[in-house]
Protein backbone atom coordinates (compact mmCIF):
# COMPACT_ATOMS: atom_id res chain seq x y z
CA UNK A 1 0.00 0.00 0.00
CA UNK A 2 1.74 3.33 -0.85
CA UNK A 3 0.92 6.84 -0.40
CA UNK A 4 -0.90 8.82 -3.35
CA UNK A 5 -1.58 12.49 -4.09
CA UNK A 6 -4.25 14.14 -5.50
CA UNK A 7 -3.29 16.56 -8.26
CA UNK A 8 -6.40 18.37 -7.17
CA UNK A 9 -6.15 19.93 -3.89
CA UNK A 10 -2.33 18.03 -3.18
CA UNK A 11 0.76 20.07 -2.07
CA UNK A 12 1.55 23.03 -3.83
CA UNK A 13 5.62 23.64 -3.62
CA UNK A 14 4.85 26.26 -6.54
CA UNK A 15 2.54 27.96 -4.81
CA UNK A 16 3.90 28.39 -1.13
CA UNK A 17 7.49 29.42 -2.80
CA UNK A 18 5.76 32.33 -4.60
CA UNK A 19 3.90 33.67 -1.47
CA UNK A 20 7.04 32.93 0.93
CA UNK A 21 8.61 35.42 -2.31
CA UNK A 22 6.49 37.86 -1.93
CA UNK A 23 6.11 38.01 1.88
CA UNK A 24 9.97 38.19 1.93
CA UNK A 25 9.65 41.53 -0.15
CA UNK A 26 7.97 43.46 2.81
CA UNK A 27 10.92 43.52 4.71
CA UNK A 28 13.36 45.12 1.66
CA UNK A 29 13.98 48.37 1.12
CA UNK A 30 12.64 50.54 -1.92
CA UNK A 31 16.02 50.45 -3.10
CA UNK A 32 16.94 46.96 -2.34
CA UNK A 33 13.73 46.16 -4.85
CA UNK A 34 14.48 48.09 -7.36
CA UNK A 35 17.86 46.64 -7.57
CA UNK A 36 16.08 43.37 -7.62
CA UNK A 37 14.06 44.25 -10.67
CA UNK A 38 17.77 44.96 -12.10
CA UNK A 39 18.93 41.17 -12.06
CA UNK A 40 19.10 39.72 -14.94
CA UNK A 41 17.76 36.12 -14.08
CA UNK A 42 14.69 37.66 -12.23
CA UNK A 43 11.55 35.53 -13.48
CA UNK A 44 8.37 37.77 -14.95
CA UNK A 45 6.64 36.47 -11.84
CA UNK A 46 9.12 37.95 -9.32
CA UNK A 47 9.04 41.58 -11.71
CA UNK A 48 5.80 41.25 -11.02
CA UNK A 49 5.89 40.91 -7.01
CA UNK A 50 8.17 43.21 -6.97
CA UNK A 51 6.47 45.66 -9.24
CA UNK A 52 3.13 44.94 -7.12
CA UNK A 53 5.10 45.37 -3.69
CA UNK A 54 6.25 49.08 -4.52
CA UNK A 55 3.09 50.20 -5.88
CA UNK A 56 1.73 48.93 -2.53
CA UNK A 57 4.02 50.79 -0.87
CA UNK A 58 2.67 54.04 -2.91
CA UNK A 59 -0.50 53.34 -2.11
CA UNK A 60 -0.17 53.10 1.47
CA UNK A 61 2.03 56.20 1.51
CA UNK A 62 -0.17 58.80 -1.02
CA UNK A 63 -3.13 56.57 1.38
CA UNK A 64 -1.05 57.96 4.66
CA UNK A 65 -0.23 61.74 3.06
CA UNK A 66 -3.86 62.33 1.76
CA UNK A 67 -6.08 60.44 3.89
CA UNK A 68 -7.38 58.51 0.44
CA UNK A 69 -5.99 56.80 -2.23
CA UNK A 70 -3.40 57.86 -4.90
CA UNK A 71 -5.45 57.50 -8.03
CA UNK A 72 -3.60 58.78 -11.00
CA UNK A 73 -0.36 58.55 -9.05
CA UNK A 74 -1.01 54.74 -8.81
CA UNK A 75 -1.40 54.81 -12.39
CA UNK A 76 1.90 56.52 -13.01
CA UNK A 77 3.32 54.51 -11.31
CA UNK A 78 3.03 50.95 -12.37
CA UNK A 79 3.62 53.12 -16.01
CA UNK A 80 6.51 54.61 -15.17
CA UNK A 81 8.54 51.26 -13.78
CA UNK A 82 6.74 49.51 -16.91
CA UNK A 83 8.79 51.79 -18.91
CA UNK A 84 11.86 51.80 -16.78
CA UNK A 85 12.11 48.15 -17.23
CA UNK A 86 11.46 48.28 -21.04
CA UNK A 87 14.09 51.02 -21.23
CA UNK A 88 11.71 53.86 -22.95
CA UNK A 89 11.64 56.28 -19.76
CA UNK A 90 12.56 59.86 -20.33
CA UNK A 91 15.23 61.88 -18.07
CA UNK A 92 12.24 63.89 -16.36
CA UNK A 93 9.99 60.40 -16.39
CA UNK A 94 12.96 58.73 -14.12
CA UNK A 95 13.50 61.98 -11.52
CA UNK A 96 9.47 61.45 -11.31
CA UNK A 97 9.48 57.68 -10.76
CA UNK A 98 12.69 58.16 -8.17
CA UNK A 99 10.68 60.98 -5.93
CA UNK A 100 7.80 58.38 -5.96
CA UNK A 101 9.81 55.65 -4.85
CA UNK A 102 12.33 57.34 -2.13
CA UNK A 103 15.12 56.57 -4.37
CA UNK A 104 18.28 58.01 -6.35
CA UNK A 105 18.13 58.45 -10.55
CA UNK A 106 21.44 56.33 -9.88
CA UNK A 107 19.54 53.75 -7.93
CA UNK A 108 16.90 53.43 -11.25
CA UNK A 109 19.58 53.67 -13.95
CA UNK A 110 21.21 50.71 -13.14
CA UNK A 111 17.72 48.52 -13.94
CA UNK A 112 16.67 50.66 -16.65
CA UNK A 113 16.15 48.29 -19.93
CA UNK A 114 16.03 45.31 -17.94
CA UNK A 115 12.59 44.07 -19.52
CA UNK A 116 10.50 41.46 -18.69
CA UNK A 117 11.76 38.96 -20.83
CA UNK A 118 10.85 35.60 -20.62
CA UNK A 119 14.05 33.79 -18.93
CA UNK A 120 12.63 30.85 -17.68
CA UNK A 121 14.02 31.57 -14.02
CA UNK A 122 12.26 30.32 -11.01
CA UNK A 123 10.50 33.59 -8.91
CA UNK A 124 12.68 32.63 -6.08
CA UNK A 125 15.57 33.72 -8.37
CA UNK A 126 17.37 36.70 -6.82
Do not use: C, W, Y
Request: hydrophobic share 35%; charged share 30%.
Amino acid sequence: MGIQFSPVGGFNFSSQVSDLFKDSLKFKSNEDLINMLGKDNLSPAARDAISHELESRFKANQAEKSGGGGGDDEDDLQKLLKKLQDGTISADEMKKLAGMLGVSVATLEKIKDKGREETGADITSG
